[in-house]
């Protein structure tokens, strides 16, 4: 079993900040990418950031320049540094980690449970 686990959401005021924590944790041999992905109201679920083993790392466009992802390989966790927070950045946001493999040789993504970011106008 892989577990994730989220902190760090909660009411900011718009332009504001959030830092976003994630940890990786159960019976695995790896994990090749850990990122995030978010959901607002009434839209599907889209990409934020995700970031490979090897450092490959992939923004949505509309986060770029003002989202931060950072990973630790040897923690299994990713954290997500919002900056100049919009009200369009509302949304439950999801961590994830991709083709973890798992101590019966399978490899699958599993997902966390979100937290909730909510941006005040």
């Known amino acids: 079993q892989v577990q994730l686990a989220e902190s760090g959401g909660g009411l900011v005021q718009s332009g504001g900040s959030l830092r976003l924590s994630c940890t990786a944790s159960?019976?695995?041999?790896?994990?090749?990418?850990m990122g995030w992905y978010r959901q607002a109201p009434g839209k599907e679920r889209e990409l934020v950031a995700i970031?490979?083993?090897?450092?490959?790392?992939n923004y949505a466009d509309p986060m770029k320049g003002r989202f931060t992802i950072a990973r630790d390989n040897a923690k299994n966790t990713v954290d997500l540094q919002l900056y100049n927070l919009k009200p369009e950045d509302t949304a439950v946001y999801y961590c994830?980690?991709?083709?973890?493999?798992?101590?019966?040789?399978?490899?699958?993504?599993?997902w966390g449970k979100g937290t909730l970011v909510t941006v005040s106008s």
């Open positions: 159960g019976s695995f041999f790896s994990i090749y990418a």
């Open positions: 970031k490979t083993t090897d450092g490959l790392t």
């Open positions: 994830v980690a991709t083709r973890v493999v798992t101590m019966d040789r399978k490899s699958g993504d599993y």
